[in-house]
């Protein structure tokens, strides 16, 4: 058993109608599915990703109006990555999110690995990532994407998870989901520190298999808020492999939530010991499986058992 790579990341934003706007307009990405978060039907659940939704391309966010901002610390995803094709990307993206008024860090190299940082309106914290060539990058640009299709996000990854304590994490990736660490490095920290960086791969590699751990046990725990990721979804490549991989961590101690069906995929999340919510979720059957290509993310999509709350589900969202 291996893991594929990243799935999906999902992170939480206060401005549903904002944050379509700024994913699709500015990033160019494809806003593939609207629906909503199915462990609380009032607010969406929004995912975006390349021209189809392709597993390791999907970045979606649920939507809590009113929510505090995130107070940065550790046990999180302190960084999503975006691959694009390669460097010469990195200086596009530089000149279009200064261009727009995005706020934007310098295009440095960090691990082997290019990369521009930048944040969303919500402090979203997020880097664009030169792959390497030869490295596989999952997604294909969206014909109707304002970004040129050269100059697409086309995958997730590396992630940075900023921890007080590494080695269990590190240990949970290696001995438990099967991941190789790739080496280590310095970098500097988004509040100007130095730290030790730990990298580990799973899955064929490159940007979209890739988790950057920074050990930091000299920052507070982090509060999630709008800005923050809530959870990082792992690639499994069908219902079979997502039972060994089940049977496996509870044999091990972790407390699962079991299978859980969200339709479009299904899914099992437990905890890490750094506090990082994971989810193991599968490649199938993908968001095609109720939506025609041409149409997706343009109407509300439910899963079949909130079909019958569709009235009062819609009636509580407020219009995108």
């Known amino acids: 058993m291996e893991l ?3 799935h999906h990341v999902s992170a939480l934003t206060a401005d549903a109608p904002r944050n379509v706007a700024f994913y699709t307009r500015a990033l160019g990405l494809r806003l593939v599915k609207k629906t909503v978060n199915q462990d609380d039907v009032a607010s969406y659940h929004l995912f975006y990703g390349d021209e189809r939704g392709t ?3 999907e970045l979606t966010f649920f939507d809590i109006p009113h929510l505090a901002p995130t107070r940065e610390g550790t046990g999180a995803v302190a960084e999503v990555g975006l691959a694009v094709s390669d ?24 691990g082997g690995r290019r990369r521009l ?17 030869g490295e596989p990058l999952p997604g294909r640009p969206w014909a109707r994407s304002p970004v040129p299709p050269e100059r697409a996000v086309l995958g997730l990854g590396p992630l940075r998870l900023r921890l007080a304590d590494v080695e269990p994490s590190a240990r949970v990736l290696v001995d438990v989901l099967g991941f190789r660490e790739r080496g280590r490095y310095r970098a500097v920290d988004d509040d100007g520190r130095p730290a030790e960086v730990l990298v580990f791969a799973t899955g064929a590699g490159g940007p979209g298999g890739e988790l950057h751990l920074f050990a930091r046990p000299d920052r507070p725990r982090e509060r999630l808020g709008r800005g923050a990721v809530h959870h990082v979804a792992f690639r499994v490549r069908d219902d ?6 089940l049977s496996r961590l509870e044999a091990l101690g972790f407390h699962t939530s079991g299978v859980v069906d969200r339709y479009w995929f299904r899914s099992v999340y437990f905890r890490e010991p750094g506090g990082v919510l994971y989810e193991l979720a599968t490649d199938g059957p993908g968001f095609l499986v109720d939506e025609d290509f041409e149409r997706l993310g343009e ?10 709350l569709r009235s009062s589900i819609e009636a509580r969202l407020r219009p995108l």
């Open 240 to 245: 079979q492999d997502q039972a060994e991989w």
């Open 117 to 133: 940082p930048f944040r969303d309106f919500e402090g979203q914290r997020l880097a664009l990532v030169a792959r390497s060539p």
């Open 87 to 110: 460097d010469a990307s990195l200086a596009w993206w530089a000149e279009r999110l200064r261009d727009l008024g995005v706020e934007c860090g310098e295009i440095s190299e960090e």
């Open 299 to 308: 109407t509300l999509a439910l899963p079949p058992r909130l079909e019958p």
């Open 4 to 6: 594929l790579g990243i």
């Open 55 to 57: 597993p390791g391309t």
